[in-house]
């Protein structure tokens, strides 16, 4: 291991985003005198009457939710994106502007209002990867949308409204900044070395064995040179496939298992139910063949040091770039420790 | 005015940046059930012997603030970047790094603990902006500095560690990501026009008098029309000036008074001390001429709605792109009803 990097001052470079990271390894031992998050370790009921997700219960605009008994989708009350939203566009010298449309899911994990997918079996999880391929292949058939962002946003600390195990499907007519980004720099990688890039990666992540959380026969889990957030972690899987419908039945279950090994990890790791924002960045759906993509899913929680102290992406971050006190080596070990 | 931005989802360019923010005017009304933030409407006392930024009190580190009367600047004593840090470079197939140095310092605002720049006349904040300039003129002067970031976290929910109201100066060795998107876009831009990006801009505003804050003889400070957060703001040079050096006494006077009405008008706005980060982005200090640089100072406040109801930049907004509810014109029309 380069030692270097675990002293001194650096940056890394995003090999999927091009940007870089800066990293200050010597300032993981100041002291924290700010804000700390509330926590709230109670332990909530299986059923909540106010939970306007759980089972047969009733929706703020009156619709009523099935008796639903693993995984229930339903659009978003509050969408972002609408299909039959206006068609403009804004091109006014240094104006510009162009409507977006789309189709917004909301996804309930299980009926169960208590549990998290930190709780739910490789199986149960199962369901739930059921569920993103189901919409995918849905959403990837409509002309209007050309990308489907599958993200999961879980604490109230990650501006989550409600605790009932949920996830969103966000769905548009064009690629988003993130996506767009990982599609040039994959697309580059592809047309000069005609193999994946993250494919490439990983084999180098596999031979170094020093970011590798865990792995299986299908996937690895770890978390990437380039990570940003303490304990970020990134799950790939081994075969390169472009998006999530490529998985056969044998590889979402590894799948599922890869997501409940991670997400129980995280919730030792401060002894609390870790707060996250995870999605998966996959190929368009536009009419592009997109074979440089490889798909991926990745976890950001903001803890840094408890389960009251979190990482502000604030001031330098927002105006520089992203920065990182303990390294992503470091927070591997932590991670492992905990398997 | 284009009433569609007000009625439909659409995304708009940010013409510094190079990327997109996604505007849903529809969803303004949709309840919050999510976290509230804490706050503290607490008089804080002028002097406080526990705050390691007051004049006279000692420091972690042990040394002694000196009984300064305006502004103070020290070294940080956590600095996440540092001058003599090892100089080193990685480039092991995919995995990139290389060393960063640099210098971190601390500005106290004002001696007085109470204080904010809200709460500073024009020629108090004036003085705060010398400072800027003398540190910036010795920086630049330093061959392994090539870019200085100035900003201010303010707010605990900012991450802001000490409410003692102070600022941070981080200077490095090389561009971070998000100057370097506003290198490439400003200098494009002036190869092809001849002209100011931002300059450009501002006429154009100034034309049509919709995002518009306040004006005064020498600067600007208006809702740039991709802001990202509910009540960004920019304050902008008239006169085409690439870094803050290049002000004279009666420039820094009337920024000191940009600052000065807009910090108000948000503490107004939710009658809190309005949290927020604001970071100076200006020609890095590398030898190229910068003469495409246009330097501008944004504002980044959290606050959504109320004191305690923030806008989260999570899920979504990480994977995808930046998200509003509110837009730009809104959020003025609210802003200059307060000045
Ligand atoms: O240096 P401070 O104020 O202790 O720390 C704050 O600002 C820094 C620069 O924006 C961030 O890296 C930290 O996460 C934040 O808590
Ligand atoms: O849709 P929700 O869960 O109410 O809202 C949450 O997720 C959205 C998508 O990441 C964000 O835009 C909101 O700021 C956040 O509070």
């Known amino acids: 291991m380069n030692t270097d990097l675990q002293d001194y001052s650096h940056k890394r470079f995003n090999i999927l985003t091009g940007e870089w990271v800066l990293v200050s390894p010597h300032r993981a031992k100041r002291p924290w005198q700010g804000q700390n998050e509330a926590i709230s370790n109670e332990a909530r009921p299986t059923y909540d009457k106010t939970c306007y997700l759980c089972?047969?219960?009733t929706r703020i605009n009156g619709e009523i939710n099935p008796k639903y008994k693993d995984v229930f989708v339903f659009t978003n009350d509050f969408a972002a994106l609408q299909s039959d939203s206006k068609s403009f566009n804004v091109n006014d010298r240094l104006l510009l502007a162009q409507s977006e449309t789309g189709i917004c899911k909301v996804i309930c994990f299980s009926p169960d209002h208590s549990k998290s997918l930190a709780h739910m079996s490789p199986s149960e999880i199962q369901k739930v990867v059921f569920a993103w391929q189901k919409e995918y292949a849905v959403l990837a058939k409509n002309p209007n949308i050309n990308y489907i962002q599958i993200f999961e946003n879980k604490g109230a600390?990650?501006?989550?409204?409600?605790p009932h195990p949920h996830g969103q499907i966000w769905s548009q007519s064009t690629l988003p900044n993130e996506v767009d980004k990982k599609n040039t720099q994959q697309l580059n990688y592809y047309n000069k070395n005609n193999?994946?890039?993250l494919g490439?990666?990983?084999a180098q992540e596999l031979e170094k064995q020093e970011r590798i959380i865990l792995e299986n026969d299908e996937f690895v889990v770890?978390?990437?040179f380039w990570a940003i957030w303490p304990f970020e972690a990134m799950i790939v899987p081994k075969k390169q496939q472009a998006n999530i419908l490529e998985m056969n039945d044998n590889d979402t279950l590894q799948y599922g298992e890869a997501i409940s090994v991670i997400t129980k990890a995280y919730d030792k790791l401060f002894n609390t139910s870790f707060p996250y924002s995870s999605g998966i960045h996959q190929?368009?759906?536009d009419s592009n063949e997109n074979k440089h993509w490889h798909w991926h899913m990745s976890f950001y929680p903001p803890l840094l040091r408890s389960a009251t102290v979190k990482k502000f992406m604030v001031g330098y971050e927002m105006f520089g770039s992203p920065q990182r006190d303990i390294t992503a080596e470091t927070a591997v070990k932590m991670l492992r420790e905990l398997l």
């Open 283 to 285: 190929a368009p759906t």
């Open 157 to 162: 600390v990650m501006g989550c409204s409600n």
């Open 55 to 57: 089972a047969g219960n």
């Open 222 to 224: 770890l978390v990437p």
């Open 200 to 202: 490439d990666y990983l």
């Open 195 to 197: 193999s994946s890039l």
